[in-house]
């Protein structure tokens, strides 16, 4: 594919000079202005099978893409989600027992184990909370179409804790810290999932290709618990500060890192 004198050797700064003849393919390819890489991929395209599988690869990717992001903005029909059960066991390693589960099925309330499920038709967001909650609340917007649902249910599950309707509270959603709803969860203590959760759908089957990455939120006074259990599933972690400090001010910082300070 490269000219005679040209090596095969894709050492980019692989100068002329460790070798008797010729200059190396990297530095032919960067003597008309473009990378290695860029001309391998060139080449890789002028391949038809190559070119039709890649292209093929790319089109059902970005469908797929497009289908998730409809469902999580707007299907009503993306919301059976349900959690798989070695979660759940974590939730109850820490919760003892789940009370309520305020945004549920039947279906997923045999894997779940709630006392209590709202479900859709009862809108859990009217409803009143209590006890001990674990809430993987569903996506898409809210009956006004202005808000995200999953935010509406995150508002409700930290407003029923902090008035103390509700005792402690589990929440596990998509890990999307970059959208303002859920700037509030991050002040407790969170798991940041290490892998991606394989959700199982109405109809049984696990998801095999998890596009999001998510977050467990627990909101409750044994958070050394949560620590220990939530370990297991990822990186557990508080926030140490709430906005960049003012140059010169001293960060306010927990007491086991000002102890660690020289
Ligand atoms: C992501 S699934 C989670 C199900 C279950 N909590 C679990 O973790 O396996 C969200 C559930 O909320 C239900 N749902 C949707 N809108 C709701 C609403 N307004 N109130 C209560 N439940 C709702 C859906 O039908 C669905 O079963």
Redesign the pocket.
Known sequence: MFPPKVRADDRVGASSSDSPVGSSSAEWCLSYGFHLRTVQRWLELLDAETYIDKKNAILKRCWELAELWQAANYS?AS?????PARY?EGVRLVLDKIDL?????T???A??RASK?????????KQAWFGRV??????GRTEDGKGS?AGA?CRKAIAEYECGNVKACII?VNSLHSQSWQAPLYDYAFCLVDHRIH??S?DGQENASPTYQNVFVYLGHDVLKFAKVFARFGYVAKKIADAAPLAGEMLDLPDFLRRAAP
């Open positions: 009503s919301v059976e989600w349900y959690t759940l589960d305020p945004a549920s099925s279906e997923a309330n894997v779940v499920i709202f479900t859709k038709d009862d809108d859990g967001l674990f809430m993987n609340p569903p996506y649902l249910f596990l959700f199982i109405a």
